[in-house]
């Protein structure tokens, strides 16, 4: 595979769970940072109130100039609101809780759902793949991200609970799909923090592959210390300790995913 070519055209992909502490912001902060790696121009934006990938990224989500707040209502555009993570080599369209405001200012405005995707048009030839880490909940914001993606990459403990929110899940992107955006698919579910030590563990795994074949990434992301330690040091573990387990199994994410783009492009 040759992971230097620059994919064809701008991906947005959302990485979404409504289940809260899954591991959606670790898997967008990794996922970027192995993207980088692999020499893709990416974006991660921030559509969490609670700033985590922001933060996760070294930037000081109290020291914003402009954020994606700003951006939403209009009053800047991502341009200006972006900053470069040097500890992670993506940029990221930052976030904090200024954003929980954006839920009541966006009802009063026509095409409400559609401002992000008004705002990455804009920025359409700069990016290769554009990162979404929505919130765990089913709101005016994590629809803006739905509206604005091609995709969906959901990431996913294996345990008892885990089938049941999934179909949850596949059915809001359904129901996106039909009626806002006819390019959003679901391009993947990822097994995180996964120990395979746990006999449950292996068995919702096998039901996963067996209910969604192909939609099951290969990649196994396991739970690794190094991973959770990585966002107080503001980086992504991909660069805090890139020999860990949990760097290397997203660095290996990152290229399964730019292969599932190719191949979606032939
Ligand atoms: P929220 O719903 O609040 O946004 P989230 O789905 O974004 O949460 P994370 O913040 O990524 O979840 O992860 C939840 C916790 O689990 C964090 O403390 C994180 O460091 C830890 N964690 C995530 N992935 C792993 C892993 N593979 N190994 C060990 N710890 C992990
Ligand atoms: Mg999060």
Redesign the pocket.
């Known amino acids: 595979m040759n992971t230097n070519t620059q994919v064809a055209t701008m991906r947005v992909f959302c990485i979404a769970?409504q289940?809260?502490?899954?591991?959606?912001?670790?898997?967008?902060i990794n996922l970027a940072a192995g993207l980088a790696k692999l020499n893709q121009r990416v974006l991660l934006i921030d559509l969490?109130p609670?700033g985590?990938a922001t933060m996760g990224s070294g930037i000081d989500k109290s020291l914003l100039a402009h954020n994606l707040y700003d951006v939403l209502i209009g009053e800047s555009n991502i341009t200006e609101a972006r900053v470069h993570s040097e500890n992670g080599g993506y940029d990221v369209l930052p976030a904090n809780r200024e954003l929980s405001g954006a839920e009541i200012d966006l009802i009063g405005m026509q095409e409400r759902e559609l401002q992000l995707k008004q705002a990455l048009a804009k920025v359409e030839d700069q990016y290769d793949f554009v990162l979404i880490?929505c919130?765990?909940t089913l709101s005016l914001l994590t629809l803006n991200g739905l509206a604005a993606a091609h995709g969906v990459i959901i990431?996913m403990q294996c345990e008892y609970f885990a089938l049941e929110g999934l179909s949850d899940l596949v059915n809001t992107i359904k129901r996106v799909h039909r009626n806002i955006n006819p390019e959003l698919s679901l391009i993947g579910l990822l097994r995180?923090?996964?120990d395979p030590r746990v006999t449950l563990q292996q068995q919702v795994s096998a039901q996963l592959e067996a209910h969604f074949g192909d939609k099951v990434f290969k990649t196994v992301?396991?739970?690794?210390?190094r991973?959770?330690e990585?966002?107080s040091h503001g980086m992504p573990g991909v660069n805090y300790d890139p020999s860990s387990r949990?760097a290397q199994a997203y660095i290996a994410f990152g290229a399964e995913v730019i292969a599932r783009v190719n191949t979606s492009n032939e």
Do not use: E, I, S, W
């Open positions: 769970n289940k809260g502490g899954v591991g959606k912001t670790t898997t967008a969490d609670q985590n880490d919130p765990p990431p995180v923090m996964f992301v396991p739970r690794n210390v991973l959770a990585a966002p949990g």
